[in-house]
Antibody, heavy 118, light 110 residues
């Protein structure tokens, strides 16, 4: 069974840093683009970042460029999102998502809550 | 940047009825790169439709997608109790690369 499990979320102060991770099972992580999508409380879905299978190509939504870094460790079937200079507006559930091959997201993790507050 | 606008914001229907959800793009979208998701409270979204009209694995055939250009539709032919949820459309643009979601349509029990 294909699954994604996120970890590392929690409460962080504004300006602080946090790294969230996602472990994949049931499929070879190295093949696919992987993404992070977030959802602020009571709000809609927003794509945050993507990384290709080799880790050589990364993409970010404008609001996190220069602050967030996506990376992957294919040997550990893991994707990370390093988040720096966090702001209150970064508060959200962050979902790790597998690329479906047509610009869509076909497997989702259960999500991890990141709260930025003093 | 292409903006996806979903309508209505909330749709109130009864089980057994037909639901029609709309997703309109601010500029033409490649149909093969348009998808629909279902999200229930406290759960992660689930892929329903990709390529505008292709059902994802395990999705019942009461769900169908259609459309092209700037206008896309998700239809649920006969609502089951488990279909009441929030639905999002989503598109992928290759240049510059970006993934955009609509704001969602809440399908509630009347």
């Amino acid at each position: 069974e294909v699954s994604l499990v996120e970890s590392g979320g929690g409460l962080v102060q504004p300006g602080g840093s946090l790294r969230i991770s996602c472990v994949a099972s049931g499929f070879p992580l190295r093949i696919d683009w992987m993404h992070w999508v977030r959802q602020a409380p009571g709000k809609g879905l927003v794509w945050v970042s993507s990384i290709n299978g080799y880790g050589s190509n990364t993409r970010y939504v404008d609001s996190v460029k220069g602050r967030f870094t996506i990376s992957r460790d294919n040997a550990e079937d893991t994707v990370h999102l390093e988040m720096n200079s966090l702001r209150a507006e970064d508060t959200a559930v962050y979902y790790c998502v597998k690329d479906g091959g047509f610009g869509n997201f076909d497997v989702w993790g259960q999500g991890i809550l990141v709260t930025v507050s003093s | 940047e292409t903006v996806l606008t979903q309508s209505p914001g909330t749709l109130s229907l009864s089980p057994g009825e037909r639901a029609t959800l709309s997703c309109r793009a601010s500029q033409s979208v490649t149909s093969s790169l348009l998808a629909w998701y279902q999200q229930k409270p406290g759960q992660a979204p689930r892929l329903l439709i990709y390529g505008a009209s292709r059902r994802a694995i395990g999705i019942p055939d009461r769900f169908s997608g259609s459309g092209s250009g700037t206008d896309f539709t998700l239809t649920i032919s006969r609502l089951e109790p488990e279909d009441f949820a929030v639905y999002y459309c989503q598109q992928y643009v290759r240049s510059p690369p970006a993934y955009t979601f609509g704001q969602g349509t809440k399908l509630e029990i009347k």
